[in-house]
Nanobody
Framework: QVQLVESGGGLVQAGGSLRLSCAAS????????MGWFRQAPGKEREFVAA????????YYTDSVKGRFTISTDNAKNTVNLQMNSLKPEDTAVYFC?????????????????????WGQGTQVTVSS
């Protein structure tokens, strides 16, 4: 069993930065593929970013490319999401997700149904 706990959300002005962190327990992040998703009010949960078990490859949705960076910290057993140049449309609850299965395509990394474990979410609000 894997437990995930997100932190780092908050209120920030447009153009600002936030760093989200997701602490994993029950398994090391090097044995999990990790992802970040977000869900705005009235909208479906959408993919933001993912990282392979080795950390060698990352995936991003087009709207965050060049602004967000996903990374893992094996020493702390965390996955992080550095978010820069934030926009009001980035406002959402951000969820960390994990799954032990190996995946080889963007489609598998970007689908919520391909992850077995989820955190409780952290709110990110970007004011204009």
């Amino acid at each position: 069993q894997v437990q995930l706990v997100e932190s780092g959300g908050g209120l920030v002005q447009a153009g600002g930065s936030l760093r989200l962190s997701c602490a994993a327990s029950g398994r090391t992040v090097s044995a999990l593929r990790m992802g970040w998703f977000r869900q705005a009010p009235g909208k479906e949960r959408e993919f933001v970013a993912a990282i392979t078990r080795s950390g060698a490859r990352t995936y991003y949705t087009d709207s965050v490319k060049g602004r967000f960076t996903i990374s893992t910290d094996n020493a702390k057993n965390t996955v992080n999401l550095q978010m820069n140049s934030l926009k009001p449309e980035d406002t959402a609850v951000y969820f960390c997700a994990a799954d032990p299965a190996i995946a080889y395509s963007y489609n598998l990394y970007s689908q919520p149904g391909e992850y077995d474990y989820w955190g409780q979410g952290t709110q990110v609000t970007v004011s204009s």
